[in-house]
């Protein structure tokens, strides 16, 4: 089971359901960075993240530090 914030799951469990069922850090990050790139970034010119490119950032750097720099 992959370690993260109570704010973190709920997240996952709203926007990305199959990042929780998964025990790879590695398969998680990448569903989340597919998510990201898909739906993260704000018009017009997408180089700058929307409100929920922030969020979804906030819960890549969340997953990423709790299981990746124990």
Request: glycine share 2%.
């Amino acid at each position: 089971m992959l370690k993260m914030s109570d704010s973190s799951a709920q997240f996952l469990q709203k926007y990305l359901p199959a990042a929780l069922n998964t025990d790879s850090i590695s398969d998680a990050l990448d569903l989340l960075y597919d998510l990201i790139m898909k739906e993260g970034f704000a018009p017009p010119h997408y180089l700058d993240y929307n409100d929920f490119g922030d969020a979804a950032q906030k819960v890549y750097d969340d997953l990423y530090y709790r299981n990746c720099c124990n």
